[in-house]
């Protein structure tokens, strides 16, 4: 990654961060110092580092129209970290369950959010539009849960199925109701990857994934990581 386009990088991360309150609704995300967020940090600060790296340069091609389409709404930007989990930054990805796109939408939430789907046209490898339909379909779960983790949840698993697990546990804290087996693993580890990810992209250069010249490096405080809870 060249050093201007790490930089851009940086300041495009940081940006979510320094917007006035006022202009920030829904919230920011919270990252809870939690074994399930600190395992998912230690995994891709350590053994998947990789995944990040290339998902970093990917995201150097999107980053000019996720913005705007973000911003326009007064969603955090930190929600770009669920393409980033959902298929780093591939906007040709596609799952074994029928999932498409950087966003890795199902065909009938595309449908529902305007995209055409079908044997000629798939608009879900279409990165602008994806990104339109999924900034609207979050918008949509934060406005029905009033919490982004139980948002990310059913962006995941559905609404329906979280609604279902809020209703057996009488909760609404997701991490209660994960760890009370009434979500899916797939679901249980998809939160708190999302939430890791946007941990790390808001210290790039704390874990560094923005290279310095040496003297810099030097400078350098080392990174936090799992072992020091953040």
Known sequence: MSTEGSQALEEF???????????????????PKIPEVLRQVSHFTKRDRKFVENGLERLQRYSDFIRPEFESRGLPLDLVNVAFAESGFDAG???????????????ATARAYGLKVSLLKDERLH??????????????????????????????????RVRRSMKKTGS?????????????KETRDYVPKVLALTHITRNLRGYGFLKENPLQSRLQSPPQNYDSGF
Do not use: C
């Open 93 to 107: 990805a596609r799952s074994g369950a029928g999932a498409v796109g950087l966003w890795q939408f199902m065909p």
């Open 127 to 160: 990165p602008l539009k994806a990104t339109t339909a999924a900034a609207e379909h979050l918008m949509d779960l934060y406005d029905q849960f009033e919490d982004w983790p139980l948002a990310l949840a059913a962006y995941n698993a559905g609404p329906g």
């Open 13 to 31: 991360f940081s940006s979510s961060r320094s917007v006035p309150a006022f202009q920030a609704q829904p919230p920011s995300l919270d990252i």
């Open 172 to 184: 609404r804290d997701f991490f209660f109701i994960a760890r009370s087996g009434e979500l899916n």
